[in-house]
């Protein structure tokens, strides 16, 4: 097995480097923390708004009450969500 695809490989690695900016750069800011916050906000809230305007949108348009706004909603929501873990995990 190739050890630059191994994913325990990988791990160690990004854990040594985010390590590595940490002795270096030291403890983020509150305010570094807050924006973070606030970025994590609007990741899952934007595709969850696109979501309910699209489905409000199909809705108006076929005449079908909230048919397609509550999935649209709850598909934002977990892409919101998985684009939200993907960025944690690469911070």
Known sequence: MNPEHDPLVTNTRRRTERHQRWLRDGEPTVTRRLAQIGVLGWIIVVPM?????????LDR????GVFWTAPLLF??????CWSAWKWMQDA
């Open 49 to 57: 708004l696109i979501g309910v305007f699209l489905g409000r949108w």
């Open 61 to 64: 348009s076929f005449h079908s």
């Open 75 to 80: 598909l934002g929501l977990a892409l919101g």
